[in-house]
């Protein structure tokens, strides 16, 4: 039951009970629900009853709040026209305020059908057929399937890599913005498939060139709660980024809802809200899903929250599991740092193979199904690929110990 208290969300039957436990060890059933990552699977890796590490969501089940809160409203049987009201909207600030530590007020959420629907939006609004959007490969691909699809040109500021780490070209950023055909930047924060999260030094210089080149900047922060070592600054509120920065949000990939159309955005500045609500609305939003409107009251409380934790402690030991075994096994592949999102990001170049010859060892011999490097940089992703770690421990051991017997068969592991 959702109850108001001196101005103050909370959930009643939400409340963290003390010592609570959570289970992210029982695979979720993806059989006969037309899910996407258990179609794609091959056909290999399926039979020996494994797990693909392709994809990026989670082999688990999403938090048991969210689930009672979806459900109960299922059985109120009420599926009308939704609108964002304080029932919605009070749960995201007071998320915002105690997991990312960002203050926000109610009139700057913005609730749209999902992330890449507002980037779409976004290279609506921002330009024309023709015209340009900026990405930093390695990244995620459907930022450039968007503008593909809108008829625009996709610019790339490569991110530079040393040793594994990667960080931004500000020289070529600045070469980018300063082309008047250029007026849109997609962020990733924190990086997908890197693994980056972009501290606040870092993000004020793209707020300086943003306002510099009048070029706005959409910030897709769908992994912002899954950090590691330091949190993950929200881009809209920084000091300076207002009048060109709107920030996304969304259940995706914390709660493991990529399949479900709902983002929201932050907006501080009024100009730019409207004139993006304005848009959103000529693209055709209507209302908020009312299962989602649920969900999110379900996701934004404090076992939610007690729930987001518990993952990250499990994704984490997952990393830091995945690491020794390289370090032990097989050195000469890297890894890059892992600061945030649920993704590795992996190097395997020191073992000769092009893109063709890595998958066949991978998916052929070792039933170790991967996501291709260039998936996120079609001139320089080979030699690499994404791994998704948001799976049980035990699925992940037998993973590897296959990796480690082919790995050895190959004469490469010791």
């Known amino acids: 039951m959702l109850i108001y208290k001196n101005n103050e969300y909370f959930c009643e039957a939400m409340k963290v009970t003390k010592n609570q436990k959570f289970d992210f060890e029982t695979l979720v059933d993806r059989k006969n629900i037309g899910n996407l990552k258990n179609m794609v699977c091959s056909e290999a890796v399926r039979a020996a009853g494994l797990l693909s590490y392709n994809g990026a969501e989670a082999d688990y089940r999403t938090a048991p709040s969210v689930i009672r809160a979806m459900t109960e409203r299922v059985q109120n049987g009420l599926f009308g026209f939704t609108l964002a009201d304080d029932a919605y909207l009070d749960p995201i600030v007071w998320w915002m305020e105690t997991q990312r530590g960002v203050k926000i007020e109610k009139e700057w959420i913005v609730p749209t059908l999902g992330m890449i629907f507002s980037v779409a939006t976004a290279i609506r609004l921002t330009t024309e057929p023709g015209e340009g959007i900026i990405v930093q490969p390695p990244v995620y691909h459907r930022y450039e399937q968007a503008a593909d699809r809108l008829g625009r040109r996709t610019v790339y500021n490569r991110l530079t890599e040393k040793d594994g780490v990667y960080s931004m070209d500000f020289e070529d950023l600045e070469h980018c913005m300063a082309d008047e055909h250029n007026r849109l930047f997609v962020l990733c924060n924190p990086q997908n498939p890197t693994g980056n999260v972009w501290d606040e030094d870092t993000l004020l210089r793209v707020v300086e060139l943003s306002n510099k080149y009048g070029v706005y900047v959409i910030s897709d922060e769908i992994f912002g709660e899954v950090t590691f070592r330091h949190r993950c600054p929200m881009y809209a509120v920084l000091p300076g980024a207002a ?14 809802f990529t399949g479900e159309n709902l983002a929201n955005l932050i907006i501080p500045d009024g100009e730019l809200r409207e004139r993006f609500i304005a848009q959103r609305n000529a693209d055709h939003f209507g209302s908020i899903d009312p299962v989602l409107h ?22 984490n030991g997952n990393a830091e599991y995945i690491l020794a075994f390289f370090r032990e096994h097989l050195p000469q592949v890297r890894i890059s740092p892992f600061e945030g999102s649920f993704v590795l990001w992996i190097d395997w170049r020191a073992l000769g193979l092009d893109e063709p010859e890595l998958m066949r060892f991978l998916k052929g011999e070792a039933l170790f199904e991967l996501d291709e490097g260039t998936h996120y940089d079609s001139e320089r992703g080979s030699g690499f690929t994404r791994m998704n770690i948001s799976c049980p421990r035990r699925e992940l051991e037998k993973s590897l110990a296959l990796l480690l017997e082919a790995a050895k068969k190959r004469g490469w592991a010791r």
């Open 243 to 256: 009048k060109y920065g709107i920030s996304e949000t969304s259940l995706g990939k914390t709660f493991n």
């Open 294 to 315: 649920a969900a999110v009251q379900g996701a934004y409380c404090p076992e939610g929250a007690a729930w987001k934790d518990a993952q990250l402690e499990h994704i």
